[in-house]
């Protein structure tokens, strides 16, 4: 039976309780490495392995010199299932598959010297992704107690990458068909995207001097880069019309906002945004469009969206008007505040947007 340190252990526990997602794989690994080592001391040294492409890469070290990250490996050993392994000599035990320049890489990091691991695989979808090796250059005794809790943090760590893994390729589902709608209004109306870039810009702003917390911010940043995604659907003669609008192209135009609503229907991942793209055209006084919200009904993240929308289409160039000066726009967001705008957002944004216009590129 082991004696673990208590410090050992309420530093494992502590770790455990406060686990999230905003961590990288590099502190995770560290930390469980560390955590490891503390309680099973027996060991002097570990490593961490994840799968790159077709490549091996450290991860996490301890008790190696840094050579080690740089090694990049075709084959290396890792335990079938999930079960950990004990492995004698694993440096002798590798050289059969190793490259010589991979072999001369680890024998300069001191991997010859190693007597006794005990390895565990790092698993996503059934399919070894990495692997945690703890080692030591005596050859010590392991117990069942090691292996059970090695098992326990390989699992951990098959989780914490699973997760990784999926928040990641969410995430970069989201920025490609976001970037790839912004390629088609481009393509379509070049001043829509000048327009969504400043909006974003903007609103970002506001929203940090509002005290929005950064998935707040990331929301309002996405959202207003395509806050008039819908404009795709407006028939060009409307969109690009060089004079005033009759009352019917406005109310083609004003389709825009359930029309990109309905666009981004079905995708989990732009779910969070989607109703800034409906609203942001409505105002507090319930004269807005499409649904006459009030005040109250008006999520913070459109308001904000709304003001930036507002005061950039004011001080742009129109084919059938002037741009406003600074001064006048933020007289006219002043004498808004509770009609069209939220006070305290348009408050708020006076001074972000008297800072920021000067510097638009
Ligand atoms: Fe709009
Ligand atoms: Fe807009």
Redesign the pocket.
């Known amino acids: 039976m082991n004696e673990y340190s208590e410090e050992a252990i309420s530093s494992a526990i502590n770790f455990f309780e406060n686990l999230n997602l905003r961590m990288s794989v590099e502190d995770f690994m560290r930390k469980l490495l560390e955590i490891s080592l503390a309680i099973f001391p027996i060991f002097d040294r570990g490593s961490v392995i994840i799968r790159h492409g077709g490549e091996w890469r450290y991860v996490a070290w301890i008790g190696y010199p840094d050579e080690l990250g740089e090694i990049r490996a075709t084959n290396l050993y890792i335990p079938d299932g999930e079960n950990p392994v004990v492995v004698d000599r694993i440096m002798e035990m590798s050289r059969g598959f190793l490259t010589r320049r991979e072999i001369e890489q680890f024998e300069k990091v001191g991997s010859e010297l190693l007597k006794k691991t005990v390895a565990v695989a790092i698993r996503v979808d059934n399919k070894a992704v990495g692997g945690i090796f703890l080692d030591s250059t005596k050859d010590v005794h392991i117990t069942d107690d090691l292996l059970k809790a090695m098992k326990a943090f390989g699992k951990l760590a098959s989780i914490f990458t699973a997760m990784k893994l999926y928040q990641e390729r969410e995430r970069g589902y989201q920025r490609e068909i976001i970037l790839a709608m912004r390629k088609a209004m481009e393509a379509r109306d070049p001043h829509t995207v000048g327009?969504s870039e400043r909006?974003a810009r903007y609103a970002v702003s506001i929203a940090k001097k509002l005290g929005l917390d950064m998935k707040e911010v990331d929301k309002i940043y996405w959202g207003s880069i395509i806050?008039?995604i819908g404009k795709l659907a407006v028939p060009e003669q409307i969109l690009l019309k060089p004079t005033k609008l009759s009352p019917e192209e406005y109310e083609v135009v004003k389709r825009h906002t359930i029309v990109g609503y309905s666009m981004l229907e079905g995708y989990p991942w732009l779910e969070n945004i989607r109703h800034i793209l409906r609203s942001?055209h409505e105002r507090c006084d319930g004269n807005g469009y499409p649904d006459g919200l009030r005040c109250d009904e008006i999520p913070l993240d459109v308001k904000v969206v709304s003001v930036a929308?507002a005061f950039d289409?004011m001080t742009s160039h129109r084919a059938y008007r002037k741009a406003l000066s600074l001064e006048q726009a933020l007289h006219e967001i002043e004498k808004e505040a509770g009609k069209q705008f939220d006070p305290e957002v348009a408050r708020t944004s006076l001074s972000v947007l008297e800072e920021l216009f000067d510097k638009n590129p």
């Open positions: 327009h909006v806050h008039d942001h929308d289409a």
